[in-house]
């Protein structure tokens, strides 16, 4: 795992604890939890989880990557950033 993937991976998993898991404890969150088919992230929430990446990272998600292929683990969210970030 890279440098960047490992800086994407914390910065998505911090964001996810604090705005959408308030209170749980970190190892509750795994880079393999699912989000959208278990549950954690609506369609709101992933919106807002999308509107922070693009914030963050400075990368742009088509609309066909706001689902659970693309979206569902920290794993998933963390791939597909890193293949849009510039190096």
Do not use: W
């Amino acid at each position: 795992m890279s440098v960047q993937n490992t800086q994407i991976i914390d910065a998505v998993r911090n964001y996810i604890l604090g705005e959408f898991l308030p209170g749980e404890a970190p190892e509750t969150l795994s880079n393999t939890t699912p989000l959208i088919t278990g549950g954690i992230l609506d369609s709101i929430s992933t919106v807002k989880l999308v509107m922070f990446l693009e914030t963050e990272f400075g990368v742009e998600l088509q609309p066909h990557e706001i689902s659970p292929d693309f979206l569902d683990t920290v794993d998933d969210i963390a791939t597909l950033v890193a293949e849009r970030v510039k190096p």
